[in-house]
């Protein structure tokens, strides 16, 4: 069953941050970007890194471990295109932000 879950609110996570967070039991990365908020599967695949300690290049965060550069708004890993980290939906009220998770 999907649900609409607090993620964390906009004064906490101005434009062009990132961080990660435990959301019922998924640790999920959520960005602040040009082009709105997205939340991503924080874990990179090559070696444990965690997506949102990454550095934000517009809409692409590096990897802050082996410098590995992923989509923020797709989810795809830019150098190994087997990899791709899932995707939420997200939506604001108010200040509030809210991610749904299954
Ligand atoms: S763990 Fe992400 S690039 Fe190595």
Known sequence: MK???RMTN???L?????KTISVNGKSLSIF???LGIFVLDS?????DGDLGQGK???QVVVCSKHGCRFNIVSGECLDNKDH???TYR???TGPEIFVQIT
């Open 56 to 58: 934000i290049q517009g």
């Open 43 to 47: 874990h990179c695949r090559y070696r």
């Open 84 to 86: 791709q980290n899932g």
């Open 14 to 18: 101005p434009l062009g941050t990132g």
């Open 10 to 12: 906009l004064n906490e």
């Open 90 to 92: 997200v939506k604001t």
């Open 32 to 34: 602040h970007v040009n």
């Open 3 to 5: 649900e609409w879950v």
